[in-house]
Nanobody, 115 residues
């Protein structure tokens, strides 16, 4: 079993920054992909960014140049540094661990950006 615990959400004014963290525990495979998704009210969950165990990353076009995903495998933790935040970034952010056959989700952490 795997648990994902997110932290770092909050409220910030437009232009500000936040850093999300997600710590994974349990049966973590060496080969995996970790990522962040978000869901705004009335919208579908969407990919924000993801990173493989060998460091390949990809980002949603809407966050490129503003958000940076990274991971520390010694801590089984993935981070999302969010800069130049916009009101449209307001959403519930979910951590995701994809181990091929098994996928896990965190409980979500709220990010609210005011104009």
């Amino acid at each position: 079993q795997v648990q994902l615990v997110e932290s770092g959400g909050g409220s910030v004014q437009a232009g500000g920054s936040l850093r999300l963290s997600c710590a994974a525990s349990g049966n973590i495979f060496a080969i995996n992909e970790m990522g962040w998704f978000r869901q705004a009210p009335g919208k579908e969950r969407e990919l924000v960014a993801r990173i493989t165990n060998i460091g390949f990353t990809n980002y949603a076009d809407s966050v490129k140049g503003r958000f940076t995903i990274s991971r520390d495998d010694t801590k089984n933790t993935v981070y999302l540094q969010m800069n130049s935040l916009k009101p449209e970034d307001t959403a519930l952010y979910y951590c995701n661990l994809d181990q091929g056959r098994y996928t896990y989700w965190g409980q979500g952490t709220q990010v609210t950006v005011s104009s």
